[in-house]
């Protein structure tokens, strides 16, 4: 007989099931103890008795007597429905019990070092994460992650009805630039020589518009080596995407329509304030909210309300002051605008971009662009933030060769799947809809890492220490 999943056991009434998982909670009422088993699907009660006329020392119900939480375990029993009496309305096997006739301990366990039947907001964060793999015991995290699945496969199936290919890119590659420094890796056999680990597929993503794969998207893992700020991550996920030939009401449209579908069909209880979503001019927002990310909910108080929007009509550019140069608003591969090309020479300051950014209750939630696909605008683009021709060739050489062999119009975005989730999970932050994040400022603190490597690694890679 197989396992049965604790959702399943409900539809078995009077037969025998055989379930396995964890105590959630174990209660002695002399005559009968009755354990609280958990598995991912939920819970279920347990009900062990004592057999008549058998001598105390090795019944089913001395060996549940010792079971304490957190043991893993396996039942095989009857399903029968509890008396109204003990009927718990609040869970999905609240009408049944599983009468014990079989009981296997697989494993014991220490005393948790916090509790897990709560939500856990009331544990030190450190704690929780330094046993994370406790941590998602929690109903709370454990459905956040659920959520998190449902979303991201909610895409993969939105975007492949749609046409478009999931390709993965390199982990392992040379810097693109998204405006926050690099993680780097060193390469054992060509010493002195780095790996970046990607800010963004950026550049492979405009690479497969010239390789001819026109709808490209990937759930993608994006590494920024940035101060810790509040709610960042050194790695973190975006659903990244690109067309060719696209207009960008086509990119907006899509990604409004992929949002909305999710909404209503993962977290129906919210609403979204308005659609289509408002596209506002950036100068506008600027002047009304002077803020990029402006808050539109009618009601900050309400928790289901979601206000998206997009803002559109960036400026390329902005001055920055202390390197004396002009920095993307973007990134340096945002297309101008048609009609303003000729102001790249006169005066930058004065060039729109085909930008788009979407924003939700306050929180930047993607970005994205119409790209150049013109190697001598692109040469021009990067003269203006301040590369030197050696540097252009050294860094972005393949990129403009690449334009060289037909390149189409291409365009795309990137959304941030972290912060989607967080909101929709109502949650305070992102680290709750993460697996295995990292600390405020950069630690694993259930690894430990950073650590140490040893002299032995140093070595093999060329690597010395100075003081
Ligand atoms: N690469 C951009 C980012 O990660 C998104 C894009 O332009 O598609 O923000």
């Known amino acids: ?243 060719s030939f696209p207009t960008q009401d086509e990119i907006l449209s899509l990604i409004e329509e992929l949002y909305i579908k999710i909404v209503k069909t993962l977290t129906p209880e919210k609403h979204i304030s308005e659609i289509p979503f408002p596209r506002l001019g950036y100068n506008k927002v600027m002047e009304k909210y002077k803020t990029d990310k402006p808050d539109l909910r009618k009601d900050k108080k309400d928790k289901n309300e979601l206000a998206f929007a997009w803002i559109i009509d960036w400026p390329l550019f902005e001055w920055n002051k202390d390197e004396k140069r002009w920095d993307p608003m973007h990134h340096v591969f945002t297309a101008p605008k048609d009609e303003d090309i000729p102001l790249l020479d006169k005066d930058p300051s004065k060039v729109h971009s085909w930008q788009h950014d979407l924003v939700l209750n306050g929180n930047e939630a993607g970005g994205g662009s119409i790209r150049i696909h013109k190697s001598e605008i692109q040469e021009k683009v990067f003269k203006l933030v301040g590369l030197k021709e050696e540097e252009i060739k050294t860094k972005f050489g393949h990129l403009l060769h690449a334009f060289g062999f037909g390149a189409p119009p291409h365009g795309g975005i990137a959304s941030g799947i972290d912060r989607l989730v967080m909101i929709l999970a109502n949650e305070p932050n992102i680290r709750e809809v993460i697996a295995f994040p990292k600390t405020g400022d950069g630690r694993d603190l259930m690894m430990n890492a950073p650590s140490k490597v040893d002299n032995k690694q140093l070595k093999d890679l060329g690597l010395k220490f100075g003081k």
């Open 1 to 243: 007989m197989e396992r049965t999943s604790i959702e399943e056991t409900i539809k078995n009434i009077g037969k025998k099931v055989r379930v396995c998982g964890w105590v959630h909670s174990r209660r002695d009422h002399g005559k009968i103890i009755f354990i609280d088993l958990r598995d991912r699907s939920g819970l279920l009660q347990v009900v062990f008795q004592p057999e008549a006329g058998h001598p105390r020392g090795d019944t089913l119900y001395d060996l549940a007597q010792d079971i304490r939480s957190e043991w893993v375990i396996f039942v095989e029993g009857t399903i029968s429905k509890r008396p109204d009496k003990l009927i718990n309305p609040k869970l999905v096997t609240g009408k049944i019990e599983l009468k014990a006739e079989n009981l296997e301990i697989f494993n014991k366990a220490e005393t948790p070092p916090f509790a897990i039947d709560t939500d856990g907001y009331e544990i030190g964060e450190d704690r929780r994460l330094e046993y994370r793999y406790l941590d998602i015991r929690r109903k709370r995290i454990k459905d956040n992650l659920i959520l998190r699945h449902k979303v991201i496969h909610f895409i993969r199936n939105f975007l492949t009805d749609r046409g478009f290919i999931e390709i993965e890119t390199p982990i392992l590659t040379k810097s693109t630039p998204e405006g926050a420094r690099d993680y780097v890796v060193p390469s054992r056999t060509h010493q002195g020589d780095f790996y970046a680990l990607p800010q963004s597929p950026q550049q492979y993503k405009q690479l497969l518009m010239v390789a001819g794969m026109e709808k490209y998207f990937q759930i993608a893992r994006c590494f920024r080596d940035e101060d810790t700020r509040g709610d960042r991550q050194p790695e973190f996920t975006q659903l990244d995407l690109e067309m």
